[in-house]
Nanobody, 122 residues
Framework: QVQLVESGGGLVQPGGSLRLSCRTS????????IGWFRQVPGKEREGISC????????FYAESLKDRFTISRDSSKTSVWLQMNSLKPEDTAIYYC???????????????WGQGTQVTVSS
């Protein structure tokens, strides 16, 4: 079955960095774009980034593109989110997601990981 397993969350001070990891399995990675969302309790989920499976083209939320970077390994089964210059408002649960197409689009993800908590606080 499709699995997306995140890791790397934790507590970090403002201005610090974290690198989230997502290990995927149960599907052919060439056929699906992968990305990241986040959610603050009580608020709507927010799309962060997406990477196309075919050409590796990346997309970011405008407000985050200068601080967050998505990347993947050559097998396309591991995906990372590098987060720099973290702010308290970045505190959220971060989810690795799979999109239903090989390219990034406005479609909702069809699979979600269990999420990893990121807390930015001094």
């Amino acid at each position: 079955q499709v699995q997306l397993v995140e890791s790397g969350g934790g507590l970090v001070q403002p201005g610090g960095s974290l690198r989230l990891s997502c290990r995927t399995s149960g599907f052919t990675p060439d056929y699906y774009a992968i990305g990241w969302f986040r959610q603050v309790p009580g608020k709507e989920r927010e799309g962060i980034s997406c990477m196309s499976s075919s050409d590796g083209k990346t997309f970011y939320a405008e407000s985050l593109k200068d601080r967050f970077t998505i990347s993947r390994d050559s097998s396309k089964t591991s995906v990372w989110l590098q987060m720099n210059s973290l702010k308290p408002e970045d505190t959220a649960i971060y989810y690795c997601v799979r999109f239903p197409f090989f390219y990034c689009s406005v479609s909702d993800p069809d699979y979600w990981g269990q999420g990893t908590q990121v807390t930015v606080s001094s």
